[in-house]
């Protein structure tokens, strides 16, 4: 169970992290970008019926509740945000949705779960908001609270080899440009992780790095 409750205003926690506090349009604009990847998602996060998931910097938690249909009535997925703009739209909608999943304030960095006690923790384009030195806390942190066994997906952008794509990305997602989910797979391994696998989803920007937590 997660350390914090829900309160009647809540703060956004102490980071170093980029926070991103335009809920709203953020929900709208990237429901309708990410949608499509989601399958490929979950057939490479490998959830099973009854499988605790916890997904950080959950956004406005799409992908928190598509993991919870994945895990079934059994399983439970928890999503943390640093935004309590964020943790507002992703209870609302999970609300709408009827599912059951959790949302709480929580940052990479210090993640409010005991050790070991998920089987599943993912991320999708959160990873480089942080500072490169809390990418690494963070990612120790993720290997802290997965069972042994565990799996970790990061989700993020890849430069795209296409010119004409590659080009509408230095032009008008100048921050983009310069992320590079492959930079990730030295990290996972520093932090622990094994069996560390890289690849493309579904999607034409974004790729993953996934690691095991040895058994």
Known sequence: MSHFHQHATEQTP???GNVIHWAGPYDALTNY?????QKSIGFLAQVKSGDKVLDVGCGSGRLTLAAQEWAGAEGEAVGIDPSP??????RRNAARAGLMAKFELGVAESLPFPDA???LVLNRLMLHHLPVDLRQRGLAE?????KPGGLCLV?????PKSGLLRLFVENHMTPMAHVDVRDYVSLLAEAGFTDIENGPTSSKLLSYVRGRVPA
């Open 14 to 16: 102490e980071t170093k």
């Open 33 to 37: 970008i990410l949608r499509p990847s």
């Open 85 to 90: 703009e964020m943790i507002r739209i992703a």
């Open 117 to 119: 006690s998920f089987d």
């Open 142 to 146: 993720m290997r802290r609270v997965l």
């Open 155 to 159: 989700v993020d952008f890849e430069p």
